[in-house]
Nanobody, 129 residues
Framework: QVQVVESGGGLVQAGGSLRLSCTASGLTFGDYAMGWFRQAPGKEREGVACISWSGWHGGRTYYVDSVKGRVTISRDNAKNALYLQMDSLEPEDTAMYYC???????????????????WGQGTQVTVSS
């Protein structure tokens, strides 16, 4: 059974940084495209960043325009861990962040909730102005 667990959320001032972590068990971690979504109150769930399975160009990444240059997604297959380093945080980044495991041997084109097989429970990120 696949289990996905996030950690690292919290309250931070604008301009600050947070690093989200996600671990997954019960699957061959490197074989899966995966990423992070976020959902703010009253808004749709939005794909923030994605990284392809490790065999596709070593793990190609995708970022939504609003976070480009401020956010870095990475993975450590030896630790079954996915990370999201977020810098220069803005109040608009406030949301629940979800780790998401997509399809096996997947890439990030068309990264949407429809492609997600496994979700974490979410971790809250709050950025104060």
């Amino acid at each position: 059974q696949v289990q996905v667990v996030e950690s690292g959320g919290g309250l931070v001032q604008a301009g600050g940084s947070l690093r989200l972590s996600c671990t997954a068990s019960g699957l061959t971690f490197g074989d899966y495209a995966m990423g992070w979504f976020r959902q703010a109150p009253g808004k749709e769930r939005e794909g923030v960043a994605c990284i392809s399975w490790s065999g596709w160009h070593g793990g190609r990444t995708y970022y939504v325009d609003s976070v480009k240059g401020r956010v870095t997604i990475s993975r450590d297959n030896a630790k079954n861990a996915l990370y999201l380093q977020m810098d220069s945080l803005e109040p608009e980044d406030t949301a629940m962040y979800y780790c998401a495991i997509a399809v096996r041997y997947g890439v990030c084109e068309g990264f949407s909730p429809l492609l997600i097989r496994y979700w974490g429970q979410g971790t809250q990120v709050t950025v104060s102005s």
